[in-house]
C-alpha cells in the first residue's frame, strides 16, 4: 500500500481541532527534504472551519476512512488532500502572482465553482464563457466580502468527483475569528498570503485536516509530523 503522504510531498499543512464538532482550529506549516522528518515552518495560526464541524472527505487517506462528508452538510473535509492551485482578486500578471509558486487564477466575474451535483461540472472551477452551463447552482469566485481575495483550492472529492460527496472546499480568507464557513477552513488575510507565498507545486503540498483524536490515531501510521 503506497503511504497516506506522497514521498514526493515536502511541504505539508496540519490543521487540528478539538474535536468533530469543533468550528475552529490552528493550522501549521512543515517542511521536510525528502525522506526526512518534519519540520515545522512558522507558528500555528488560528482557522475557523465549517459551521457544523469536520467530517470525513474523499482524499489521499484510505478509502475506509472516507466519504462521510455530503454536499451542503456545513462540515470541513477531514483527511489528506492534495492542494492544486491558488486563486484570487489580482490580476494574473500582478507583481504578486509572478511569485507564486502554484497555478494561479484570477477570479473574474464569470469565474463559477459548480455545487450542483447533477451538474457535468460538478465540484470543478469554470469559466462561463467557457462551458456550456447545466447547473442549477452555483459560487462565485469573485466576491465582494473579500473572502475570496486570495485562496488555495483543496482537492477533495477530485478525480473524479462523487456527486453529493461536497465541493468547492478551500483555504480562504475569513470573515473573522468568531465567523465559521460552509465547509471551507478560512484565516486571516496575512496568513492566507504567507500561506500562498510558501506553498510550492514542486514540493507537492497536502492538507492534513483532523480532530485530535483522529491525529493521535493515526499519527504513526500516516507518517505525520508531531505536534
Sequence with gaps: MPPIIPSA???LLLCLAPDWDATSGFLQRFQREAGGEWSAAGAPVPVVLGRNGLAWGRGLHAADSAGDKREGDGRAPAGVFAITALFGD???DAPAVA?????YQAAEAGLKCVDDPASAHYNRIVDVAAVTADWA???DMRRSDG????GAVVAHNAAPALP???SCIFLHVWAGPETPTAGCTAMALADMRALAGWLDGARAPVLVQLPLEAFARLRVAWGLPRR
Design 9 to 11: 510531498t515536502t511541504q
Design 147 to 150: 473572502r475570496y481575495a486570495l
Design 137 to 139: 447552482s452555483c459560487e
Design 90 to 92: 489580482a490580476a494574473a
Design 99 to 103: 511569485a507564486l509558486r502554484l497555478p
Design 164 to 166: 453529493g460527496a461536497g
